[in-house]
């Protein structure tokens, strides 16, 4: 076997980069961390190359032993790029000194891919309106036909039937009508399971050296024991900053009357306790809705009561449901017994009142109450399921919060009795962000309140995007606030030539791109935007953070985490709010420089980062940019940037994969040429109307659809995504039920 050292050199020259001493150090940290077992918190700054530094101890371990290294991402874009760009040329680079090949894959959970025993029609159809026959028939019947149409012709030519590869993309509604769930699949039972493009996939990956996957997949298959990932010894969590919301978001559940009567429903005829259900459904309702909103610290005896009802009566549609034996495979009845399984599973987790669950409840006014279940901490479970049985590495730009790893440590599990061992390492970024990089805290701007963008804050964003010419990334708090911040520009900036893009009216990453294109565009949004862009180069030269991203204050899972730790002493608001907002804050600073040769501002229009007593520990956070408060002098660097920045660097286009998750047209072998043109039908058809639906009075457009979908995959719970869309938590929980989508649930700076 090569040396570390020879194979990372043979790596990053392949790649047409150069070695840096942090990707060196933190390659044989990685390497020495999976020879002793001990884990490994590394942070590496952004421009480090820490893809490579894991990747290539990952593939010497696997060629080594013959076992899979697995890789988890919290993002699609890093997912991709791992798959599309790191592993290929990686793979290229080490076969001389391997003697063979690096093979790798990419796993996805089943709802991404296309059914084909649902696509011919072997499940019962989500909707009453939405039959496949109805595309088959009629296309012109309705858009979710078309778009169903659109899925058949795809489902024919696709070799992965990955989500992802379709584009333009289709509505979840549509989506539904082809895909099925992990708990509805009839597994080996199912008459196409030879064909299955899951199946299919996870048998290419079982014996590969590297599977990429995401945080939520490993969660599942770790907490769940579906082994749905190959056996593994060794585990790399990239974007490990993520890794506790996206595991919590994974392991929420919720129960309403309306859930209770849809499992009643798709029992059907095939389970006498279907009509017992609705009737629990009934009781229910009547408990909850005199209740009012919030978190529950305990469950009141006619909530027992009726949760009981709904344990005991789903235990009895489970036996009633369960296939005999020699039975042919029936999707209806696998598609209630996962309906009524649900039901079960989160009753029975309700009425047990795990010490460290936290249940709330919410109102919306189409499905009524509605009870949420949440772990208030992950860290025992990540402790036993994720750490206990394999060597984790977990990496972010991100890990030190307030100039230590212990918060985040304690997040999942690696502080506290029992702990196992772990070190922390910071590998620092070979970029000299003192030199490209400016933070600017707007100290003479009122602090933010409620009652929308104050005008002063307005005027100071112009004054920011005039001098930068564009090349301009606001991160806003809420959406409200982006999109408030998006009109008021788009006026004023209009004589000046320069676009404004806001989240929301199109797919994220196309916004990206077009942001990444033209150096007269800005791009104003939240969530997803905080984190995961990356644009190098001359497009983005100044980014905005309109306040302190601290959560909500009525937020059930932050109050409760806050109230714990201040009944053992502690810092409830420094352990949970100050540590997510240093997070975001991190984050989002996080994407001005991503290249050596970047310059920057990154302008905080709060001026708590300077004056509140809990600031050192925010700026603590941040890369080490040159700190100032000086107006004049950040306007005029900004002037001075737009006047000698280089062109736009090329933005990339989507890829088209193959069955393994790899570039179409490749093989593990070698490269094959990649046709040039996608697996798509014909263009989605135009919608019906500008607006998709209302709820409580709320016009919903295609662009907030998406807002929301954008939100459900980072796993925001409902107040959240009510939070940054400015709309009543009951307003989204309505049209997200329409949707048929459920929520996630250094030194001090100086300033002068």
Not at 153 to 163: F, I, L, P, Q, V
Not at 358 to 368: A, E, M, N, Q
Request: glycine share 10%; charged share 25%; with cysteine.
């Amino acid at each position: 076997m090569p040396s570390l050292d020879d194979l990372l050199h043979a790596a990053v020259t392949g790649v047409g980069g150069a070695e840096r001493p942090g990707q060196v150090e933190m390659a044989h940290a990685v390497a020495a961390a999976v020879d002793t077992g001990e884990h490994l918190l590394v942070q590496a700054g952004t421009g480090t190359g820490k893809s490579l530094a894991y990747l290539v101890p990952a593939v010497q371990h696997a060629v080594d032993t013959g076992r899979t290294a697995v890789v988890a991402t919290a993002t699609l874009a890093l997912q991709a790029q791992v798959v599309d760009r790191d592993m290929p040329r990686l793979a290229d680079a080490l076969e001389p000194l391997l003697g063979r090949r690096p093979t790798y894959a990419l796993v996805k959970g089943r709802r991404n891919y296309v059914c084909l025993h649902k696509l011919e029609g072997g499940f019962p159809d989500d909707d009453a309106d939405s039959l496949l026959s109805v595309g088959d028939v009629d296309k012109a019947a309705s858009r979710l036909g078309q778009e169903v149409v659109r899925l058949r012709e795809w489902a024919g030519k696709t070799e992965s039937g990955d989500r992802d590869e379709l584009v333009p993309g289709v509505s979840e509604r549509a989506w539904r009508q082809v895909s099925v769930s992990a708990e509805e699949c009839l597994g080996s039972r199912c008459p196409m399971v030879a064909e299955c493009f899951v199946e299919r996939s996870r048998e290419a990956a079982r014996d590969v050296d590297v599977v990429v996957t995401n945080h939520s997949f490993m969660a599942i298959d770790a907490f769940e024991g579906r082994q749905m990932l190959p056996e593994h010894d060794v585990l790399v969590i990239d974007e490990g900053h993520e890794l506790v919301d996206r595991v919590t978001s994974t392991i929420t559940d919720e129960l309403s009357a309306g859930s209770v009567r849809a499992a009643a429903k798709r029992a059907g005829r095939q389970a006498d306790a279907a009509d017992a259900l609705d009737d629990a459904a009934t009781l229910l309702d009547s408990v909850l809705e005199p209740m009012p909103e919030g978190r529950l610290t305990a469950v009141p005896d006619a909530l027992a009561t009726a949760l009981g009802r709904i344990r005991d009566v789903a235990r009895a549609a489970q036996t009633e449901l369960k296939p005999q034996q020699g039975e042919e495979a029936d999707a209806g009845r696998q598609v209630a017994r996962a309906a009524v399984d649900e039901l079960f599973d989160t009753a029975a987790r309700m009425l047990e009142e795990r010490e460290l669950d936290v249940t709330w409840l919410g109102k919306d006014p189409r499905r009524g109450p509605v009870l949420r279940v949440a772990p208030m901490s992950v860290a025992m479970l990540v402790r036993d399921k994720v750490f206990d049985e394999r060597t984790v590495v977990v990496t972010s730009a991100t890990l030190e919060l307030g100039g230590t790893f212990d918060a985040v440590a304690g997040t999942v599990g690696l502080r506290g009795e029992g702990s196992p061992r772990w070190r922390g390492l910071d590998v620092g970024s070979p970029f000299e962000y003192p030199k490209q990089g400016v933070a600017y805290v707007a100290k003479h701007l009122p602090p933010p309140g409620r009652d929308g963008t104050a005008p002063e804050t307005l005027d100071e964003i112009e004054a920011l995007v005039r001098a930068a010419g564009g090349r301009t990334l606001g991160l806003f708090s809420s959406m409200r606030a982006a999109r408030e911040a998006t009109e008021v520009m788009r006026e004023r900036l209009e004589d000046a030539d320069i676009v404004v893009l806001c989240q929301g009216e199109d797919q994220i990453s196309t916004l990206v791109r077009e942001f990444a294109k033209d150096v007269r565009t800005c791009l104003f949004g939240t969530l997803s935007l905080w984190q995961g862009v990356d644009v190098p180069g001359s497009s983005c030269q100044l980014v905005l953070i309109d306040r302190i991203p601290f959560p909500r204050p009525d937020d059930p899972l932050a109050s409760a985490r806050s109230q714990a730790i201040a009944r053992m002493g502690g810092n409830g608001f420094m352990a949970v709010s100050a540590t997510h907002a240093a997070l975001r804050l991190a984050q989002g600073a996080g994407r001005l420089i991503r290249r050596s040769d970047d310059r920057g501002v990154v302008a905080f229009l709060d001026s708590r980062m300077m004056t509140a007593r809990y600031a050192g520990f925010l700026q603590r956070s941040l890369p080490p940019f040159w700190p100032t408060a000086d107006r004049e002098m950040v306007l005029g660097a900004l002037r001075r940037l737009d006047e000698t920045a280089a062109p736009p660097l090329p933005v990339a286009e989507p890829t088209l994969r193959g069955l393994t998750g790899s570039v179409a047209g490749t093989t593990m072998a070698g490269a094959a040429p990649v046709p040039s043109e996608r697996p798509v039908a014909t263009p989605p058809p135009p919608p019906e109307s500008a607006r998709t639906a209302v709820t409580q009075g709320h016009a919903w457009t295609a662009q907030e659809d998406e807002e929301l979908r954008d939100g459900v995959g980072l796993g925001l719970t409902l107040e959240e995504l009510a939070e940054s869309m400015e709309l009543a938590p009951d307003v989204v929980s309505a049209r997200l039920d329409g949707l048929g989508l459920e929520p996630g649930q250094g030194p001090t700076l100086t300033f002068g």
